[in-house]
């Protein structure tokens, strides 16, 4: 079901050149891109793999969801698989690692891998405690459906209330959902592929991981990848001032409102010791 579902989105995408073009479509990818993004990079990434910063239980529920609907499997896989690449990163047991592995199997081929299907929950112990993300993780496939199925029913709705806009269910599935889950997808792991040959280091790492200003503006901050690597438990990636990291001040709202909490932040700017290295690769 795994290979399925991340094949039959991608089989998904070409159902644009038969439902058509409108800006409600656009729109809707947009949406569902941007979603996504939040729930990997708040959810999946600085809150469950790294416990960057604390929130209400709610509020876990919906970042878990957020991040499942995205279709990349569930929070407790997830997690444990990236507390796995930090603890081996560009050695032999990483199987996200360019270095060590084909290009494209660390992009996206460990996924289809079926010695990778299994959730670790030995490395996820503090998140297992709580029955709704083993819920999520174990019937990952429900959130991404139910967004699907909300979106085929407002571009049905849309279709028949409102014509002009030219829309209908299968065009926002096709658009919003088969689209924006797959370019999200390899957005995503562009992290672990690219981000680790293409780029610059702000630290000397014992890995190759890079921070790259193109993907940390399309993955909401994760580009900072080098900046991560240095210091995998704050929940800021962009350290210096003009490395924006959209996730981080998207948290900061939420923080303000209450809804999140002891957000770790990055030492002093002024004790950064950064080494203007860079890769000209």
């Known amino acids: 079901m795994s290979c399925l579902g991340f ?79 930090h603890r081996h990163s560009d050695q032999k047991e990483d199987i996200h690692s360019p270095i060590r592995e084909a290009f494209w199997y660390s992009h996206f081929g460990w996924i289809l891998c079926p010695e990778n299907f299994a959730t670790k929950h030995s490395r996820v112990r503090d998140l297992t ?55 999200s997808y390899h957005i995503t792991f562009s992290i672990n592929s690219f981000a680790h040959l293409f780029g610059s280091r702000s630290y000397e790492t014992s890995d190759s991981s890079k921070n790259n200003w193109l993907l940390a503006l399309l993955t909401f901050g ?14 800021r990636h962009g350290h210096r001032w003009w490395e924006f990291d959209l996730t981080h001040s998207l948290l900061k709202i939420l923080s303000s409102l209450g809804v999140v909490y002891d957000m770790r932040v990055q030492p002093p700017i002024d004790k950064l010791k950064y080494e203007s290295t860079r890769n000209t690769a």
């Open 129 to 183: 405690k709580y029955p709704e993300l083993r819920f999520l993780d174990r019937f990952y496939l429900v959130p991404p459906f139910v967004r699907a199925s909300i979106l085929f029913g407002l571009g049905s709705f849309l279709a028949s209330n409102y014509p002009q806009l030219q829309t209908s269910g299968p065009q926002l599935l096709a658009w919003g959902f088969f689209a924006g889950t797959m370019i």
């Open 7 to 85: 094949i039959g989105t991608h089989a998904g995408v070409a159902l644009i050149f038969i439902t058509g073009f409108s800006w409600v479509a656009l729109f809707s990818l947009f949406c569902v891109y941007a979603l996504n993004m939040f729930g990997i990079s708040a959810g999946f990434h600085r809150y469950f793999s790294h416990r960057s910063y604390k929130t209400n239980r709610f509020f876990q529920f919906v970042l878990a969801w957020l991040g499942t609907s995205a279709a990349q499997r569930g929070p407790l896989w997830w997690a444990a698989h990236h507390r796995d690449h």
């Open 222 to 235: 994760e580009g900072w990848h080098n900046n991560h690597h240095q210091y995998p438990g704050l929940e």
